[in-house]
Structures are given as C-alpha cells and as structure tokens.
C-alpha cells in the first residue's frame, strides 16, 4: 500500500512483456526510469463539500455547465457523492457534463469556489 504522499523519493519503475526468451531472435532492452511519483487519486469527504456548497440549478437537458463568479478559473474539478473527482478541466469557466450520470455531483474551483448541482 502507498503511503499518502511521499515527494521527491525516486522509485524504480518495470514494466515486463515476458523475458527475453520470450522474444527469441529479437532485440530486448530494458531502462531504469528515475523519479516516477505514485499518489493516490484525490478524494473529498462529503461533509466538507455540503458544508461549503453553494447549489447550483441546471436546466433538464442542459449538456454544458457554466460556473458564476470568475472570468476563468486556473481548474474544475466535478467530484461525485462518494467524493472522488470524476472530471477536470483547466482555465475555463464551463465544464460539459453531456457524459455525467444523472445524480448529484459537487464542484471545487481553483479559487476555493465550492458549488453543488444534481444533473437530470
């Protein structure tokens, strides 16, 4: 099991496709990779977002959400009920959400904007 983060540890990284008896009259190689970061995938508890939400309202159908506030956010993050972020995007202040399930999701911006929504 990882530990929650470790930064800057080097860490030696193989990836096998068999041995090279595998791959007879072949030339194989192997690389050492240096630096690799491993981390776990961000996840948020669901009191916190509750507590910080400010709910949003999108229209049935609405394939596109368009946050209030900044002109351009640095990222958004759609996080699900059970906290883990289900899609992100990078400087801009609309995210689609044509490919989310219908249920309620939470939203984080990169300036510490919390919003919630339920698609339909």
């Given at each position: 099991m990882l530990p929650n983060k470790i930064e800057g540890?080097?860490?030696?990284?193989?990836l096998n496709f068999g041995t090279a008896s595998d791959f007879k009259n072949r030339k194989t190689t192997s690389e050492e990779?240096?630096?690799v970061k491993f981390s776990r995938p961000e996840v948020y508890s669901g009191s916190e977002l509750s507590?910080?939400?400010v709910e949003l309202?999108?229209?049935?159908?609405t394939n596109l959400l368009e946050l209030p506030g900044d002109p351009t956010?640095?990222?958004?993050?759609i996080i699900d009920r059970s906290g883990?972020?289900?899609y992100e995007v990078f400087n801009?202040?609309?995210?689609s959400i044509a490919t989310l399930k219908p249920e309620t999701y939470y939203v984080v911006t990169g300036?510490?904007?919390f919003f919630k929504f339920k698609k339909v």
């Open positions: 540890a080097n860490y030696r990284f193989v990779i240096l630096g507590k910080k939400s309202f999108v229209s049935r159908g956010y640095d990222f958004i993050k883990k972020v289900v801009t202040d609309r995210v300036s510490g904007y």
